[in-house]
């Protein structure tokens, strides 16, 4: 192994409002996002702030993953850290933004264990748009 693990963070913009503040439904999406990947869930924690959003966390063996919405702006922040090389992050931060509906992700991996020195591969996607539903 040449690291420690990687670590995916995601700005994700133009997802569906109703979407990032259900609760059930952002929960659901980052233990699905989880297992995906291959990790192997510990333990859910979720919060629904009032009015608006959605922070939670997903422990795995292999370390995490974390988001925090605010449906009033479409957008949503995600982590997702995994040590060792055999869980891939990006797969599921793939998984969160389909879900989510988002149509514009930035996103950069940090090879954790390595200090900062070249570490950082950042990346800026347009993704094509999604029609949100009124439901």
């Given at each position: 192994?040449?690291t420690?693990?990687r ?26 996002a ?18 608006l ?35 891939d ?5 793939d998984?969160?933004?389909?879900a989510?509906?988002?149509?514009r ?31």
């Open positions: 192994m040449e420690m693990g670590h995916v963070i995601a700005e994700l913009w133009g997802c569906d409002p109703k979407k990032l503040n259900n609760i059930k439904l952002v929960e659901q999406i980052m233990v699905e989880a297992l995906e990947a291959g990790a192997e869930v510990r333990e859910v924690t979720f919060h629904k702030f009032s009015p959003g959605v922070s939670g966390v997903v422990i795995i063996s292999e370390s995490h993953l974390t988001i925090h919405s605010f449906p009033e702006h479409g957008y949503a922040s995600v982590d997702v850290y995994t040590c060792g090389d055999r869980i992050p990006k797969v599921a931060c998984v969160i933004t389909d989510l509906g988002c149509h992700r930035e996103w950069i991996q940090i090879e954790r264990g390595e200090g900062f020195t070249g570490a950082f591969q950042e990346h800026v996607e347009i993704l094509p748009a999604v029609v949100h539903s009124n439901d």
